[in-house]
């Protein structure tokens, strides 16, 4: 059964930094490119950032550019989305997502992606 689980979610201060990983089961990421994506009460679930199934290539949204990072270590069949910088607009829900594709490339739109996990809360407050 393939799954995947998101951990690192929490309570953080405007300013802090949060990791959040994203382990796969039930199938090998190699071939898979995996995207970040986030949806705030009352909001579109929105990209935040992906990443190629070789990990070459990554996107990030303007909103999170130079403060989130999205790494991969498909050794350990997982994916990381470092964030630094919180702030309170951050606060959302926040869900990986795989996309069998093996060509260099990435996309951050949630319709193309075919599985997800259940999501890791994020909360950005003091």
């Known amino acids: 059964q393939l799954q995947l689980v998101e951990s690192g979610g929490g309570l953080v201060q405007p300013g802090g930094s949060l990791r959040l990983s994203c382990a796969a089961s039930?199938?090998?990421?190699?071939?898979?490119?995996i995207g970040w994506f986030r949806q705030a009460p009352g909001k579109e679930r929105e990209g935040v950032s992906c990443i190629s199934a070789r990990g070459g290539i990554s996107n990030s949204a303007d909103s999170v550019k130079d403060r989130f990072t999205i790494s991969r270590d498909n050794a350990k069949n997982t994916v990381y989305l470092q964030m630094n910088s919180l702030k309170p607009e951050d606060t959302a829900i926040y869900y990986c997502a795989a996309r069998r594709a093996v060509q260099a490339m990435c996309v951050m739109e949630p319709t193309r992606y075919g599985y997800w996990g259940q999501g890791t809360q994020v909360t950005v407050s003091s």
């Open positions: 039930g199938f090998t990421l190699d071939y898979y490119a």
